[in-house]
Structures are given as structure tokens and as C-alpha cells.
């Protein structure tokens, strides 16, 4: 079984920056995309909106509209880490993000979530 660790959350004001990185260990080798989904208070973690993803091997790169131009994905294949650069934050970008690894096979796997508060 996987494991996903996450870092990088915190407090800032809007128009500053972030970023969060996803340390993956286990099934690394089997992942075929990590990124991020975000939830907001009364949502549930499974409900949550997708903010980024980047797939594995080819390194392609998908982004929820919402933060297209702002927030960047990559990932440093050698450290199994991905990391999501969070530029010009606005409030509503407040939530708590969660990085996820689909499988080529197998269950969605989930990080711990790490709060990110964007202050007007």
C-alpha cells in the first residue's frame, strides 16, 4: 500500500504564494497521476473540487479552470514528490487540499490533507 505525505500549508495573504509538495512512497511505481483536490467546509474529501494533476510518466499536466494561470504542478521524479506552486492566492482558494495517486490498477489513495488559509 502507498503512502502520500503532504507539507507546504499554511497561512497567507491573497495575492501571495504557496506551495505545497506531495512525498509518495510504495506504489510510486505504479502511479499513473498525482495531484491535488481541495474541500471546503461541509463538503466531503471525495466530494471535493480537482485542482491539478500531473500524470506519471509523461509528465502531462490537467488543471481545473478555476486556478489555470495560477497554480502550477510538476513533479521530481527522482524524489517521488509532486508539488503544487500556488501563485496570486485569492480567499476562495481556502480549503483544505488533499494530493491523491491513481493507480494504474487499484484504489485512489489519499494524503493526510493540509489547510490552506488565504486571508482578504
Known amino acids: 500500500q502507498g503512502q502520500l505525505v503532504e507539507s507546504g500549508g499554511g497561512l497567507v495573504q491573497a495575492g501571495g504564494s504557496l506551495r505545497l509538495a506531495c512525498e509518495a512512497s510504495?506504489?510510486?511505481?505504479?502511479?499513473?497521476?498525482i495531484g491535488w483536490f481541495r474541500q471546503t467546509p461541509g463538503k466531503e474529501r471525495d466530494l471535493g473540487d480537482f485542482v491539478a494533476g500531473i500524470t506519471w510518466r509523461s509528465g502531462r499536466q490537467l488543471y481545473a479552470d478555476s486556478v489555470k494561470g495560477r497554480f502550477t504542478v510538476s513533479k521530481d521524479t527522482a524524489n517521488s514528490t509532486v508539488y503544487l506552486q500556488m501563485n496570486s492566492l485569492k480567499p476562495e482558494d481556502t480549503a483544505v487540499y488533499y494530493c491523491?495517486?491513481?493507480?494504474?490498477?487499484?484504489?485512489?489513495?489519499w494524503g493526510q490533507g493540509t489547510q490552506v488559509t488565504v486571508s482578504s
Open positions: 510504495g506504489r510510486i511505481n505504479n502511479a499513473h497521476t
Open positions: 491523491y495517486l491513481d493507480p494504474t490498477s487499484g484504489s485512489r489513495i
